[in-house]
C-alpha cells in the first residue's frame, strides 16, 4: 500500500513525498481510512510506529475546510508533555505546509499572551497540555464548544501524570459530537473506562502488542554495584568501550539525573540533562543539541523523554533498572527506530533485581547479561577497597578511603574530538539542584 491509495489530497500527499515517506506504516495503514470515515479511533501503538502522522493527516485534511473562529478552537490534540507538544506541532508544520492551517502551542514555559493573541485571533488546531488549557479556558481565553476533533496522545503517560481527572473534564466541555481519535501505548483498567465512555463505537487499531519490544534492538544487563558512585563508574566505562554514537542514559529520579550529567560532564563526555524541573526553554536548547550532535549524552527521566522522537540514536543506557516494567518499554522505544539497530543496557545491582524480573516477565525476554574488561577491573579495586577484605589489600589512608586523593586516577577526556565543544565550556544545564561535587 502507498500513502496514494488512501485518498489524502494531492497537497497532503505533496507534503507526505517531501517528508520522504512512500508507504504508510501499519497504524497509518489503519487510522487515516478510519479517521477520513469520520469514525472514532482508539490507536494502541507505541511511539515510533508513525501514530503522529496517523492523526495528523485527517486532520488536515478535514480542517482545510472552514475557517476558525476567535476563541474557538477546531481541533484540541492534547498531550502529556511540553516537549511531545512541540514535536505534534512540528509534524502539523511539516504535513501542513501547503495549507493555511492556524496552530497554537498552550504548554508550560510559553509565555501566556503570545499565545492568547494567537487564540483571539482564532487558531484551527491547539496542540495543549491539559493543565495549561484548563488555564485558559479559567481565564475565559479559550472557548471548547466549537471543537469539532480532539485527539489524546499518550493517554496512558498521561494517567501516570495524574492527568486523567483534567481530560475527563475536557472531554466534558467538548460537544457530544466532536470526533476523537485516542492513543495509548498501553490499556490499564483506568484507560479502558475513559474510552468506553467518552469514544463512540471506536475503531479499534492495535498494532504491536503492548509491551513488546522492537526486535531491532539488542538488550543487554549489566550487572554491577549498587553505590551510586560505582554505578557512575561503570557508566563511564560502558561509554568508552561501546561505540556509543549517541545516547540516552535514563535515570529513575530527577535529582539523579542532575547528578549523573554533571558527573559525565566532568569526566568530559558531552552530556545534558532533561527533566521535568528545568525550564523550558532549557530543555528545548538541550534537545536541539542533542538532535544536533553537539550534545551525544541525554541524561533523562522517564517523564521528559517519553515520546521524544529523535531518530537515530543508537544506544539507550538505564542507568537504574525503571520501576516499572512499562516504562523500561517506553525507554528502549528510543533506539532502534524504524527498522535501525538499536541497543540497549540495563546497570543493575541485587537490589534491583525483583524490577528486572518484573521487566523480563512484561516483555517475555530475558536479559542477557553482558560482561565486560572493565567490570573485572572494578571488582578488583572494589575488592582493594573493601575494608573487610583481609590481607592483599591496598594499605589504607588516615581517613580511611583505600587511596589518597594524589593516587586518584584522572579520567581521560575521551569523546571529544580536537576540539571541546562550546556545549561543555558552558555551565551544565542543571538549574534545580544544588551545585555539588560529584565524579
Ligand atoms: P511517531 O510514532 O509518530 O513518533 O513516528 C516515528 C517516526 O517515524 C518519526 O520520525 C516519523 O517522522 C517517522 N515516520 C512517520 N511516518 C512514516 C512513514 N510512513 N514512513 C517512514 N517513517 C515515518
Not at 475565559?140 to 469539532?148: E, F, I, K
Not at 523500561?328 to 525483583?354: D, F, M, N, P, W
Amino acid at each position: 500500500m502507498t500513502f496514494k491509495d488512501l485518498n489524502l489530497s494531492a497537497e497532503l500527499l505533496r507534503a507526505v513525498e517531501e517528508a520522504g515517506y512512500s508507504d504508510p506504516t501499519p497504524i497509518q495503514q489503519q487510522a487515516i481510512p478510519a479517521a477520513l470515515s469520520g469514525r472514532d479511533v482508539l490507536g494502541i501503538a507505541q511511539t515510533g510506529t508513525g501514530k503522529t502522522a496517523s492523526f495528523t493527516l485527517p486532520l488536515i485534511e478535514f480542517l482545510s475546510q472552514g475557517r476558525a473562529k476567535a476563541r474557538m478552537p477546531r481541533c484540541v490534540i492534547l498531550t502529556p508533555t511540553r516537549e511531545l507538544a512541540a514535536q505534534v506541532s512540528e509534524s502539523f508544520e511539516k504535513y501542513g505546509k501547503n495549507h493555511k492551517l492556524t496552530m497554537a502551542l498552550l504548554i508550560g514555559g510559553v509565555s501566556f499572551e503570545d499565545q492568547e493573541r494567537l487564540l483571539d485571533r482564532g487558531v484551527d488546531v491547539l496542540i495543549v497540555t491539559p493543565g495549561r488549557l484548563l488555564d485558559h479556558f479559567e481565564r475565559g481565553r479559550v472557548l471548547l464548544s466549537g471543537v469539532q476533533f480532539m485527539v489524546v496522545d499518550e493517554a496512558d503517560r498521561m494517567l501516570d501524570m495524574g492527568f486523567i481527572p483534567d481530560i475527563e473534564r475536557i472531554f466534558k466541555l467538548t460537544p457530544f459530537t466532536r470526533q476523537t481519535l485516542f492513543f495509548s501505548a498501553t490499556m490499564p483498567p483506568e484507560i479502558d473506562r475513559i474510552t468506553s465512555t467518552f469514544l463512540q463505537n471506536p475503531v479499534r487499531i492495535e498494532v504491536a502488542r503492548p509491551s513488546t519490544v522492537v526486535d531491532t534492538i539488542t538488550q543487554w544487563r549489566i550487572d554491577c554495584p549498587k553505590e551510586f558512585k560505582a554505578k557512575r563508574d561503570v557508566l563511564r566505562n560502558l561509554l568508552r568501550e561501546e561505540n556509543v554514537s549517541n545516547g540516552i542514559i535514563f535515570c529513575n529520579r530527577k535529582k539523579d539525573v542532575d547528578i549523573v550529567c554533571k558527573s559525565l560532564q566532568k569526566h568530559g563526555f558531552a552530556a545534558g540533562a532533561i527533566h521535568g524541573d528545568l525550564d523550558q526553554s532549557v530543555r528545548m536548547a538541550t534537545l536541539d543539541q542533542f538532535k544536533d550532535g553537539t550534545c551525544q549524552y541525554l541524561v533523562a527521566s522517564d517523564v521528559a523523554a517519553r515520546g521524544l522522537d529523535i531518530p537515530d540514536v543508537s544506544h539507550v543506557i538505564n542507568f537504574d533498572v525503571p520501576t516499572h516494567a512499562e516504562d523500561y518499554v517506553h525507554r528502549i522505544g528510543r533506539t532502534g527506530r524504524a527498522g535501525k539497530q538499536g541497543c540497549a543496557y540495563t546497570l543493575s545491582s541485587k537490589a534491583e533485581a525483583k524490577y528486572l524480573e518484573a521487566i523480563e516477565k512484561e516483555t517475555g525476554h530475558r536479559l542477557e547479561e553482558k560482561k565486560f574488561e572493565f567490570s573485572k577491573q572494578l571488582d578488583q579495586r572494589e575488592e582493594t577497597e573493601d575494608p573487610s577484605s583481609k590481607g592483599g589489600g591496598k594499605k589504607r589512608n588516615k581517613r580511611g578511603s583505600g587511596r589518597s586523593k594524589e593516587t586518584e586516577p584522572r579520567e581521560p577526556i575521551v569523546g571529544l574530538g580536537e576540539h571541546t565543544p562550546a556545549f561543555l565550556l558552558r555551565p551544565a544545564p542543571v538549574s534545580s539542584s544544588k551545585s555539588k561535587k560529584v565524579a
